[in-house]
Nanobody
Framework: QVHLVASGGRLVQAGESLILLCVDSGRTFGTYGMAWFRQAPGKDREFVAYINQDSSIRTIDPSVKGRFAISRDNAENTLYLQMNSLKTEDTAVYSC???????????WGQGTQVTVSS
C-alpha cells in the first residue's frame, strides 16, 4: 500500500530556499520511481522532477534546472525536493507521486502549498 504525505510548503521571499518532503508510509518505497509535480492557480499540473528507485536516474524540468534538486532516502521512505533561488512563478501546490508502473503515476500525495512573494 502506498500512502504519500507531502509537507514543507510555506510562504517565502523570492530568492530564498525551501525543501519539500514526501513521506511514504508503505513498505515498498524503494521499489518504484517518484516524482514531483506542481500546479499553479489557473494552470495545468506540470512535471517538476523525477527520480528512479536507486537514484541513478534523475530528471529535472528545464524550467527549474539548476535551482531545484530531487533526492530520496529509501531507508527513511522519504522523497525530497530542494528548491533554491525561488521565483514568484514557482508559486504552486506541489505534489509527489509514485510510479508503480513505468510511465504511470498511480499514487499521489495531497500536495503542499508553496508561495513565493516578491
Amino acid at each position: 500500500q502506498v500512502h504519500l504525505v507531502a509537507s514543507g510548503g510555506r510562504l517565502v521571499q523570492a530568492g530564498e530556499s525551501l525543501i519539500l518532503l514526501c513521506v511514504d508510509s508503505g513498505r515498498t518505497f524503494g521499489t518504484y520511481g517518484m516524482a514531483w509535480f506542481r500546479q499553479a492557480p489557473g494552470k495545468d499540473r506540470e512535471f517538476v522532477a523525477y527520480i528512479n528507485q536507486d537514484s541513478s536516474i534523475r530528471t529535472i524540468d528545464p524550467s527549474v534546472k539548476g535551482r531545484f534538486a530531487i533526492s530520496r532516502d529509501n531507508a527513511e521512505n522519504t522523497l525530497y525536493l530542494q528548491m533554491n533561488s525561488l521565483k514568484t512563478e514557482d508559486t504552486a501546490v506541489y505534489s509527489c507521486a509514485a510510479e508503480l508502473r513505468v510511465g504511470l503515476f498511480d499514487y499521489w500525495g495531497q500536495g503542499t502549498q508553496v508561495t513565493v512573494s516578491s
